[in-house]
């Protein structure tokens, strides 16, 4: 895997997480227990800081970066699906951010809500507890997220990165 230190930022990463051999973390990047991060997905921490908690996956393909401005903070029980960006947000506990959405600057997604496939949240938008945001600029819907789907997604990433990190072998 590629693991980096960029000057004296260096990476946290719990013994208890799995990353995949294709996945790329760079700087000042802290990832929870049993969290996971999946082939293809960049965590730049070069200019700020990311947190990650625990149990959060980070699928195929994220892009998530950070400023020196505002940090990049995720929080427990997420699924961060495949080909997201996120950059200077604070994404709270039981979150999915659906696949290729993107959620930019001082954006605030509050627990239990959903950020829809292919959404855009610009900068300083905030999605309540139990809301989905959908589309592009992102139209926030109160009360539409169904938490237990969050719950379902993250604990089957949970499940697939204990999986993957005793099976898990290259065959080239």
């Known amino acids: 895997m590629a693991i980096y230190a960029l000057g004296d930022q260096e990476p946290t990463i719990s013994s208890e997480a799995f990353i995949h051999p294709d996945a790329t973390i760079i700087g000042s990047v802290t990832i929870g227990a049993q969290s996971s991060v999946w082939p293809g997905a960049v965590l730049r921490g070069d200019g700020g800081e990311i947190t990650i908690g625990e149990r959060t996956s980070v699928q ?7 400023t020196p401005f505002w940090p990049t903070v995720v929080g427990n029980d997420c699924v961060l699906g495949h080909l ?6 604070t994404i709270e506990d039981h979150v999915l951010i659906g696949n290729a959405s ?3 600057h001082r954006c605030v997604v509050r627990t239990g809500s959903i950020v829809a496939a292919n959404a855009v949240l610009l900068n300083d ?3 309540p507890t139990g809301a989905i945001a959908v589309g592009t600029p992102a139209v926030i819907k109160e009360g539409r997220a169904r938490r237990e789907d969050i719950d379902l997604g993250s604990q089957e990433y ?6 993957y990190k ?7």
């Open 125 to 127: 938008t905030e999605v």
């Open 166 to 172: 005793t099976e898990l072998r290259r065959l080239d």
């Open 84 to 89: 997201i960006h996120l950059e200077a947000c």
């Open 158 to 163: 949970v499940r697939r990165a204990a999986q």
């Open 102 to 104: 993107m959620v930019l």
């Open 60 to 66: 195929d393909n994220a892009v998530i970066h950070t």
